[in-house]
């Protein structure tokens, strides 16, 4: 199947039949078709196509043909023996071939005997086998199905589209400081070189011995107890030890709780790992705090552990003491482990000071994540860490898995391990950027204020990290879907967003905007969001 061919003739139908992206949404929804909105787009960009019963679905729900939806030879009716094309006009039909079995054997053209004649230029044909035997095809898993993660998803594919034709485009979609200006301090980059002829070979799974003491040091000064240099565990950014965590901790059907707006890798993680994430609210009318009557709600005997994310992403919110507190005491009162990423501890505004999770919780099991990628402004070295705490005896048989998988994956980056002394010792520079005048601080101070003077957003001011996550008022601009308004964001202004679902976030009424860029920038970006909402209507 030729996925251009495809995705052409998917937009064709849709646009025959007058049908947007959110209409398969509510006739999945409608028939029990495991379909998300990611899903759809990527058919659409042309990124991937589907696994046979979606395409089933697909062409049941525009009325075509299963094999011209395919990229067949046959004709776009359904049912239709000529080349004929069917009237636009005509009615859908949502109830025709409602499961995949009737499809299957209501529509001719999915039989092996109608399949066409594969084209001459083709080596083999993409429905049979040289041997005549139909062509085995080959799909993602299944296990992707629940899997989420737009922060690189089909509106940053057609981005790259656009930037390929060569059109420019402002990305505020990704935490990735290097291209804004950030420079990774003089120091590492000199002690990283002159270091290189000796991290040729690998270091212990774990680490290096100079990596994990500066970091159980670090981790002493955050008050995290009980820590030895066993619990230290380096990894290539925090995302790899994320997905190693889940997958030591996880059996199908267990639950883990995660805050809504989150991370989406942390709800990727959980899936892949086979459990079942539940989101927790965060409450925008109390600082995106968590809302721990929801939390409390959502634990069952299925709940393993409670994921923290502090400072968070995307809302930039900084939980204060008490906060963590409750949680600590949901977590004690239901035996909970806990997960606190704390990837933007050193990016904290206001002269406030950012608590870890773990401090707190002494007799409880806590595995704390942080690494260099954003205070050191170096995402592409991937330094991440991950820090056991507490009361690790009952955790012994998890801990035992967590050490099978890191002796799997041999080590992490060994250069970049060894730059972590250095790094996390002496002048952090990162302290010039968040205060009074740096540019973190008075680029977060100028994007609250000028989004909060647009008609219909209101933000709150984040008080850590480099995000903030406003709100759109849907009614005054009719969103229902939220991905699509970031599309028409990115070709109408060149402008490259993340939409509040790929957070996980229950409604389209938020995005992301990464305000990295200098205030210059900034300025112009705004300026043409507020042109946009002045017309906008979806």
Not at 110 to 126: E, I, N, Q, R
Not at 285 to 309: F, G, L, N
Not at 410 to 439: E, F, K, M, W
Not at 462 to 471: G, L, T
């Amino acid at each position: 199947m030729s996925t251009a061919t495809f995705a052409s003739r998917l937009n064709q139908a849709m646009a025959l039949r007058h049908m947007k992206q959110v209409d398969f949404i509510h006739a999945a929804s409608t028939r029990g078709v495991k379909l998300g909105k990611s899903h759809i787009s990527q058919y659409v960009s042309g990124k991937t196509t589907p696994r046979p019963d979606i395409m089933r679905f697909l062409a049941a729900t525009l009325n075509v043909s299963e094999d011209w939806l395919a990229a067949g030879n046959g004709p776009m009716e359904r049912g239709s023996s000529s080349g004929s094309q069917p009237d636009s006009r005509r009615s859908l039909d949502l109830t025709a071939d409602a499961s995949p079995a009737s499809s299957s054997s209501s529509s001719p053209s999915s039989s092996a005997s109608s399949s066409p004649m594969p084209d001459s230029s083709s080596p083999v044909s993409a429905s049979s086998s040289p041997k005549g035997h139909p062509m085995r095809r080959f799909t993602k898993s299944t296990k992707l199905d629940n899997v989420l993660y737009d922060v690189r998803g089909p509106v940053v594919d057609e981005a790259a589209r656009m930037e390929a034709t060569g059109t420019h485009v402002l990305k505020l979609n990704i935490g990735n400081p290097a291209p804004f200006g950030f420079r990774t301090p003089d120091e590492v980059i000199y002690d990283m070189a002159h270091q290189l002829p000796e991290c040729e070979g690998y270091s212990a799974s774990k680490g290096l011995f100079s990596a994990r003491k500066a970091i159980m040091q670090y981790a002493q000064l955050k008050n995290l107890p009980n820590v030895s240099i066993d619990d230290i565990y380096t990894g290539n950014g925090v995302s790899e030890l994320i997905n190693l965590s889940m997958s030591a901790l996880l059996d199908n059907g267990d639950e883990v709780l995660i805050p809504s707006p989150d991370y989406p890798l942390w709800t990727a993680c959980v899936n892949l790992a086979g459990g079942t994430a539940v989101h927790y609210l965060c409450d925008e009318q109390s600082e995106w705090y968590p809302d721990i009557d929801d939390m409390r709600s959502k634990i069952t005997d299925k709940t393993k552990a409670i994921v923290v994310i502090n400072p968070n992403n995307p809302t930039g919110a900084l939980y204060p003491k008490e906060v963590l507190q409750q949680i600590v005491d949901l977590a004690r009162e239901h035996q909970l482990m806990i997960f606190s990423d704390e990837i933007y501890d050193r990016l904290v505004m206001d002269g406030l000071q950012h608590v870890s999770i773990a401090s707190l919780a002494p007799d409880l099991f806590c595995v704390t994540f942080s690494g260099l990628s954003k205070s050191h402004m170096i995402a592409g070295y991937r330094v991440g860490w991950m820090v056991l705490s507490g009361n690790k005896n009952v955790a012994r048989d998890y801990i035992e898995g967590l050490n099978m998988l890191t002796n799997m994956r041999i080590c992490s980056n060994v250069p970049a391990q060894s730059i972590v002394q250095t790094a996390l010792g002496g002048h952090q520079s990162v302290n010039d950027y968040i205060v009074p005048g740096g540019r973190i601080y008075e680029q977060r101070d100028y994007i609250y204020n000028a989004l909060n003077s647009i008609p219909g957003v209101t933000a709150v001011k984040p008080k850590a990290a480099f995000y903030i996550f406003p709100k759109l008022d849907v009614k005054k601009f009719n969103i229902s879907d939220d991905e699509q308004f970031a599309l028409d964001l990115l070709h109408d202004e060149r402008i490259l967003i993340t939409r509040g679902g790929g957070f996980n976030w229950h409604e389209p009424d938020h995005f992301r905007i990464v305000y990295l860029p200098r205030i210059e920038v900034l300025k112009d970006a705004t300026a043409k969001l507020t042109d946009f909402l002045s017309y906008y209507r979806q």
